[in-house]
């Protein structure tokens, strides 16, 4: 395979940090990689107020745009599948493939909150914003057995990333997104599901790989592989071909 360019996005909570195992493991295999920070996340928290999935798709386009990046594979983990989904309709000529990472895959018309949550989860997390200002946090036990079920307590890859988690807002949650766009593209797509993932469970994903229309490719990890088996999903990734 020759070298590529990986631009990554980011799931609920996290921030561009969610990437910096796997990231220098694609860069010693040769390719370019530019981890995305959504706004209202990581280093860009105090942004908050501006999250929706339209802000969060277009942070994605710019930053392809300020890299120079010209055909990217663009991976999007968890919530940044719906995240990926948007940003191919805003820089469609950028992209070369994507790939939903234990991702959320929307259909039209559909929200993260009417989509992925059932109705017991979705006002738990209704309820939460609530009580949070209109953001998310869940308990570091909860994140631990959600995200991180395949790392063991005091693991300092689970101590990093729990430690770095910020409040999610509500607002991307809740919208309706159209996607008609998005679902008149050609561009090459791989779902990559995480056998043990408590978050995207098999059942789920195979349901997004289906309405991607493509087998999902699976992994033996929880939700968040980039943490837990970086090396193994370097070497995923490493396989998806060239568009």
Same mark, same amino acid.
């Given at each position: 395979m020759r070298p590529r360019e990986f631009v990554l996005v980011h799931g609920m909570s996290h921030g561009a940090w969610a990437w910096e195992l796997l990231t220098p493991l694609l860069e010693r295999r040769g390719h370019r990689v530019v981890a995305v920070e959504l706004p209202g996340h990581g280093r860009r928290a105090h942004e908050r107020g501006r999250a929706s999935i339209d802000a969060y798709g277009e942070a994605v386009a710019d930053a392809m745009a300020r890299g120079g990046v010209t055909s990217a594979v663009l991976v999007g983990h968890s919530m940044g599948g719906v995240v990926i989904q948007r940003a191919a309709e805003l820089a469609t000529d950028r992209i070369g493939h994507l790939v939903f990472l234990a991702a959320v895959v929307l259909p039209r018309g559909g929200s993260l909150l009417g989509t992925h949550l059932p109705t017991a989860s979705r006002e738990l997390f209704r309820g939460l914003a609530a009580s949070g200002g209109g953001v998310v946090q869940y308990s570091a036990a909860m994140e631990h057995a959600r995200w991180y079920g395949d790392l063991a307590p005091g693991d300092p890859r689970l101590v990093a990333a729990l430690t770095r988690i910020t409040p999610q807002p509500l607002r991307p949650w809740s919208e309706r @997104? /159209?996607?008609?766009?998005?679902?008149? @593209?050609? @561009?090459p797509r791989t779902y990559? $599901?995480? @056998? $043990? /993932? =408590? =978050?995207?469970? =098999?059942a789920l994903g195979a349901a997004n790989a289906r309405r991607l229309g493509v087998v999902p490719v699976d992994m033996d990890t929880a939700h968040c592989p980039m943490v837990s088996a970086p090396d193994a999903l370097a070497a995923r990734l490493d396989k998806i071909p060239n568009r």
């Amino acid at each position: 395979m020759r070298p590529r360019e990986f631009v990554l996005v980011h799931g609920m909570s996290h921030g561009a940090w969610a990437w910096e195992l796997l990231t220098p493991l694609l860069e010693r295999r040769g390719h370019r990689v530019v981890a995305v920070e959504l706004p209202g996340h990581g280093r860009r928290a105090h942004e908050r107020g501006r999250a929706s999935i339209d802000a969060y798709g277009e942070a994605v386009a710019d930053a392809m745009a300020r890299g120079g990046v010209t055909s990217a594979v663009l991976v999007g983990h968890s919530m940044g599948g719906v995240v990926i989904q948007r940003a191919a309709e805003l820089a469609t000529d950028r992209i070369g493939h994507l790939v939903f990472l234990a991702a959320v895959v929307l259909p039209r018309g559909g929200s993260l909150l009417g989509t992925h949550l059932p109705t017991a989860s979705r006002e738990l997390f209704r309820g939460l914003a609530a009580s949070g200002g209109g953001v998310v946090q869940y308990s570091a036990a909860m994140e631990h057995a959600r995200w991180y079920g395949d790392l063991a307590p005091g693991d300092p890859r689970l101590v990093a990333a729990l430690t770095r988690i910020t409040p999610q807002p509500l607002r991307p949650w809740s919208e309706r @997104l /159209d996607l008609s766009r998005f679902w008149a @593209l050609d @561009l090459p797509r791989t779902y990559i $599901r995480c @056998l $043990r /993932d =408590a =978050a995207v469970t =098999a059942a789920l994903g195979a349901a997004n790989a289906r309405r991607l229309g493509v087998v999902p490719v699976d992994m033996d990890t929880a939700h968040c592989p980039m943490v837990s088996a970086p090396d193994a999903l370097a070497a995923r990734l490493d396989k998806i071909p060239n568009r």
